[in-house]
């Protein structure tokens, strides 16, 4: 029996806390886990509390270099990818990534899609010495998302709206 709530535990590859949130488990397929984050949930973010404002679906793919947030209007963005580590479950209800810096984001209003931060992975990869395996892992998600959310492969294209439905 998995647990209905998951906690999601981002750190940065220092260790550092990034993110740290509850999310409800809505589903798990061949894509991954699905997980649901209702607005008003309380969240850590930058080691700080915040409350998320806009709900979202987080997709926790097996064995992958990133995970995808799939977001309604009015956030600007409608999928997020980071770029992070493979996820690391602890029982089935507590998840741990290590953000990797990189993101790969798709506008909500004209499709374009963007490579983020590669400044700061540059920085962080001489800081925290990531591993030359690391690295080229991260690079190539980075080069797979820039492709694939932008020619129809799902679950970027509509796959993740039923789930998004169920948390807006």
Request: glycine content about 6%; some cysteine.
């Amino acid at each position: 029996m998995s647990s209905e709530v998951v906690r999601v535990v981002y750190r940065k590859y220092d260790g550092s806390a990034h993110r740290d949130y509850p999310a409800r488990r809505l589903t798990e397929d061949e894509l991954g886990v699905w997980l649901g984050v209702p607005k008003g949930t309380r969240s850590i973010y930058h080691g700080r509390p915040s409350v998320e404002q806009i709900p979202f679906v987080l997709l926790v793919p097996r064995q992958q270099w990133w995970t995808g947030m799939f977001n309604p209007p009015p956030r600007t963005s409608e999928v997020y990818c980071d770029i992070a580590s493979p996820a690391r479950w602890e029982g089935d209800d507590t998840v741990h990534l290590i953000d990797l810096d990189l993101d790969v984001v798709r506008r909500r209003a004209t499709g374009l899609v963007e490579l983020r931060d590669e400044d700061e992975f540059a920085e962080h990869r001489v800081r925290y010495a990531y591993p030359h395996d690391v690295v080229e892992s991260a690079w190539a998600a980075a080069r797979w998302l820039q492709q694939v959310l932008g020619d129809g492969t799902e679950p970027f294209a509509s796959a993740y709206r039923k789930w998004l439905a169920l948390v807006s």
